[in-house]
């Protein structure tokens, strides 16, 4: 890879209480844990910062500059997590350079995947960044898809019912 690899990521908004309610808020019900969780990418603390976000599976992230500003807005789901997502982006210099901070909000890794690719799109809609991050697309999704998505669904019974069972109250096992 070339040291000009890529253009470095255009400058967004700055990320401040607004533009985290809203990456909070849409991962719904599928989010784990509190307010969006601030961590540092500077040099010194970068590989502390990855190992810790080794474990945060599924979320959304927020990669700033030293100014605050927002440089990026992904996802992760498993295969490593926000961590190896992170490394990914770092391995070019002009992110490396310029990413100094990251915000996550932490997911249930066992999430559908499609549920979290729409809260990166409701996050990106909700924060008007499309247009704002150079040519970056997120998906786009209704108001109706999402809640499709994130809104938890019954779990599967894990055993089919007993046929010809009876009907006490140990479930149809005969005594």
Same mark, same amino acid.
């Given at each position: 890879m070339s040291r000009?690899?890529?253009?470095?990521p255009v400058a967004g908004p700055v990320v401040d209480a607004r533009v985290l309610r809203h990456a909070w808020t @849409?991962?719904?019900p599928l989010r784990c844990g509190d307010w969006p969780t601030?961590?540092?990418l500077e040099p010194r603390h970068r590989e502390e910062t990855l190992a810790v976000l080794d474990e945060v599976l599924a979320g959304l992230y927020l990669a700033v500059d030293a100014d605050?500003?927002?440089?990026w807005l992904g996802k992760a789901h498993r295969d490593g997590g926000i961590g190896a997502r992170l490394r990914d982006h770092l391995?070019?210099?002009e992110r490396a350079r310029v990413f100094t901070g990251v915000f996550t909000v932490e997911a249930?890794?066992?999430?559908?995947?499609? %549920?979290?690719? %729409?809260?990166? +799109?409701?996050? @990106?809609?909700?924060?008007?960044?499309?247009?704002r991050l150079g040519p970056r697309t997120?998906?786009?999704?209704?108001? @109706?898809?999402?809640?499709? @998505?994130?809104?938890?669904?019954? +779990?599967?019974?894990?055993c089919p019912p007993r046929l +010809? +069972?009876?009907s006490d109250s140990r479930g149809g096992v005969p005594a």
């Amino acid at each position: 890879m070339s040291r000009d690899c890529c253009a470095e990521p255009v400058a967004g908004p700055v990320v401040d209480a607004r533009v985290l309610r809203h990456a909070w808020t @849409a991962l719904g019900p599928l989010r784990c844990g509190d307010w969006p969780t601030p961590y540092s990418l500077e040099p010194r603390h970068r590989e502390e910062t990855l190992a810790v976000l080794d474990e945060v599976l599924a979320g959304l992230y927020l990669a700033v500059d030293a100014d605050g500003r927002m440089r990026w807005l992904g996802k992760a789901h498993r295969d490593g997590g926000i961590g190896a997502r992170l490394r990914d982006h770092l391995r070019h210099p002009e992110r490396a350079r310029v990413f100094t901070g990251v915000f996550t909000v932490e997911a249930d890794p066992f999430s559908p995947p499609k %549920a979290i690719e %729409a809260a990166e +799109g409701r996050t @990106a809609d909700a924060i008007g960044l499309r247009g704002r991050l150079g040519p970056r697309t997120w998906p786009v999704v209704t108001q @109706a898809q999402w809640l499709a @998505a994130v809104t938890p669904r019954p +779990g599967r019974r894990s055993c089919p019912p007993r046929l +010809g +069972g009876g009907s006490d109250s140990r479930g149809g096992v005969p005594a």
